[in-house]
């Protein structure tokens, strides 16, 4: 089965920094593009980003780009979310998701997401 | 960025009775290389993540029951479920994946009457 883990969630003040970090299991990790979404509290979904199975391909959303940056390790079957300049905005349920076979931006499995608190 | 808008945003049906969410797109989601409509459905269940439920717009994805049916195409699209079980109570969600950003719908919430 597949599995994705999300970690790294918690509070953090306006203007600061997270990484959130998702571990893989249950697939060939580098064959998959993984994909990053959130949910503001009793909101709809928003996709952020996402980047290729070999890193070499990455996309963002505009209301992230610029503060927020994608990166995998292979190594470690682990996707990472590194945030930057956080606002009360950014507060939401993070997700990973890894792509459907073949169509990269279709999200085949979630993760249970770590929640961020932006709050001073 | 393609606005997705879905309607109703809530629902409540009758157990064993059909029910049809709509969602329609600013923009055609018809991709003319593959002539195919880059749609997807989601569902969430309270407290869950989303799940992947159909693709391409009326592809189901494996393991969904099958009276869950996708159509449409261009900017219109409608996802049917044939007769309402009380597991299928969540919130669901149309999305492009058609253009960047990759934009949801607001949600339908379904309900058992």
């Known amino acids: 089965q597949v599995y994705l883990v999300e970690s790294g969630g918690g509070l953090v003040k306006p203007g600061g920094s997270l990484r959130l970090s998702c571990a893989a299991s249950g697939f060939t990790f580098n064959d998959y593009y993984m994909i990053w979404i959130r949910q503001a509290p009793g909101k709809g979904l928003e996709w952020l980003s996402y980047i290729s199975g070999s890193g070499d391909t990455i996309s963002y959303a505009d209301s992230v780009k610029g503060r927020f940056t994608i990166s995998r390790d292979n190594a470690k079957n682990s996707v990472y979310l590194q945030m930057d300049s956080l606002t009360a905005e950014d507060t939401a349920v993070y997700y990973c998701?890894?792509?459907?076979?073949?169509?990269?931006?279709?999200?085949?499995?979630w993760g249970q997401g770590t929640l961020v608190t932006v709050s001073s | 960025d393609f606005v997705m808008t879905q309607s109703p945003d809530s629902l409540a049906v009758s157990l064993g009775e059909r029910a049809t969410i709509r969602c329609k797109s600013s923009?055609?989601?018809?991709?003319?290389?593959?002539?195919?409509?880059?749609l997807s459905w989601y569902q969430q269940k309270p407290g869950q993540p989303p799940k992947l439920l159909i693709y391409?717009?009326?592809t189901r994805e494996s393991g969904v029951p099958d009276r869950f049916s996708g159509s449409g195409s261009g900017t219109d699209f409608t996802l049917t479920i044939s007769s309402l079980q009380a597991e299928d109570v969540a919130v669901y969600y149309c999305?492009?994946?058609?253009?960047?950003?990759?934009?949801f719908g607001q949600g339908t919430r379904l309900e058992i009457k």
């Open positions: 999305q492009q994946y058609y253009s960047s950003p990759y934009t």
């Open positions: 923009q055609s989601v018809l991709y003319s290389s593959n002539n195919m409509n880059h």
């Open positions: 391409w717009a009326s």
């Open positions: 998701a890894r792509a459907a076979f073949m169509i990269r931006r279709v999200m085949a499995y």
